[in-house]
């Protein structure tokens, strides 16, 4: 069955909140939001992908990542992980970045709260993603937050559904 993902705007609160569900447990679901190997399979909206240099899912640690399209390499992209509550939510920051991690002050960070929970067929995630200021979250939709990672949570459920 094909899932929604319900995305709520907030300029008021500066964000945006994601929710979507998927037909897998949520230890299922949690490894593919946890392990690189996982990411590179979903993250990006096809015909793009996800290609990790590093990651480090720790409290501390960091995932640095390509988004490779048909054309090559295209943005840099760099999540610093701050908080782990394994299954249940983690937390972190994202920024576009040059292939060494250097963060492009160009484009806004993002605060990442993700909550992963147990539902009657499967698991729901809800994302909450934060910005500094409502000019940051909208340049973020600008350059097709929504429509992208909406597509990309539709790769997470293919890749679930295998």
């Known amino acids: 069955m094909d ?6 705007k907030d300029s008021a609160g500066k964000k945006l ?4 569900e998927f037909d897998a ?3 299922q679901v949690w490894k593919a939001w946890t392990e690189s ?6 993250w990006a909206p096809k015909p793009w992908k996800a290609k990790t240099k590093t990651m480090e899912f720790r409290a501390g640690g960091s995932w640095l990542y390509c988004m ?3 054309d090559g390499p295209g ?5 610093d992980f701050k908080t782990i509550n394994k299954p249940k939510n983690f937390t972190a920051i994202g920024a576009f970045c040059d292939e060494n991690g250097i963060i492009n ?3 806004p960070a993002m605060y990442w709260k993700n909550v992963f929970s147990k539902t009657s ?12 200021a409502e000019a940051d979250l909208e340049k973020i939709l600008e350059l097709g937050f929504k429509e992208g990672f909406t597509s990309a949570l539709g790769n997470l459920d293919e890749l679930l559904a295998k």
């Open 25 to 27: 447990t949520p230890e």
């Open 37 to 42: 190997q996982l990411l590179d399979k979903w």
């Open 17 to 20: 909140v994601i929710v979507r």
């Open 68 to 70: 490779v399209g048909p």
């Open 3 to 8: 899932k929604q993902t319900i995305v709520t």
């Open 121 to 132: 067929t499967g698991t729901k995630i809800e994302v909450e993603l934060s910005f500094n």
């Open 75 to 79: 943005p840099w992209c760099r999540t």
């Open 105 to 107: 002050q160009d484009f």
